[in-house]
């Protein structure tokens, strides 16, 4: 995807920086001044919309050494709405028992997720019977690569990492972020925000 400089980047101007970049050709070493003049070329063409900007190499998102620690705080309002998140993630997400949703969340539970309804009873129904999750025991440490946990006031956020396909090479892989954030309301999740998109 073309880098774009603002529309009001006039021609002249661009053509003026080039011009400088290779004006510097007869002061430089030969290499500095190709780079010099290569980024010219880069800006100029960016600015154009017919080429590129470079592309850095990703830094590949981890999971956290010690992902239980991330459920945990010194201040006990936060400590207890990550210990909320946290059932949430190993009993209900990662365990699928659903039968214990009512401990976690509350009947409205107002769900921003495009593909489920809002409500307890539509996101148990959405898990069972529409991706057809099936129980299994409640592991004693979560195992879902969690890279961070925040809390503020009522919010927590848990960011978990997702490993995709490359749609330009089949046989790579990149990773990426998955975001959930739970609004607790006394002790239990009434809110939820993700990163889905409609299936």
């Known amino acids: 995807m073309a880098a774009k400089l603002p529309a009001s980047t ?3 101007f661009l053509l ?6 290779i004006k510097t050709l007869g002061r430089m070493s030969m290499i500095r001044a190709l780079k010099h003049a290569a980024l010219g070329l880069v800006l ?7 080429l590129a900007a470079p592309s850095l190499a990703q830094e590949p ?5 010690d992902k239980d620690a991330l459920f945990t705080s010194t201040d006990p309002k936060l400590h207890a709405n990550k210990q909320v998140v946290y059932g949430i993630v190993r009993d209900l997400l990662e365990a699928n028992q659903w039968d214990k949703a009512d401990q976690y969340l509350t009947e409205r539970y ?3 997720n495009p593909n489920a309804a809002s409500g307890r009873e539509g996101v148990v129904r959405y898990f069972i019977d529409v991706l ?7 592991p ?3 195992k879902t690569p969690v890279a961070f946990v925040t809390a503020e006031g009522d919010l927590v956020t848990v960011g978990t990492v997702r490993e995709m396909k490359d749609p330009r090479d089949p046989s790579k ?7 959930d954030t739970w609004r607790i309301v006394n002790g239990k999740a009434d809110e939820h925000w993700d990163s889905a998109v409609r299936n």
Do not use: E, N
Not at 44 to 50: E, K, L, N, R, Y
Not at 61 to 65: G, L, N, S, T, Y
Not at 173 to 179: E, G, I, M, V
């Open 10 to 12: 006039s021609p002249a």
């Open 16 to 21: 003026c920086l080039l011009a400088s970049q």
């Open 44 to 50: 100029f063409g960016a600015a154009m919309g017919t």
């Open 61 to 65: 998102v981890m999971a956290a050494p």
């Open 110 to 112: 107002i769900q921003h």
């Open 132 to 138: 057809k999750r099936k129980p299994s025991p409640i």
């Open 140 to 142: 004693d440490k979560i």
């Open 173 to 179: 892989s990149y990773t990426s972020t998955w975001y």
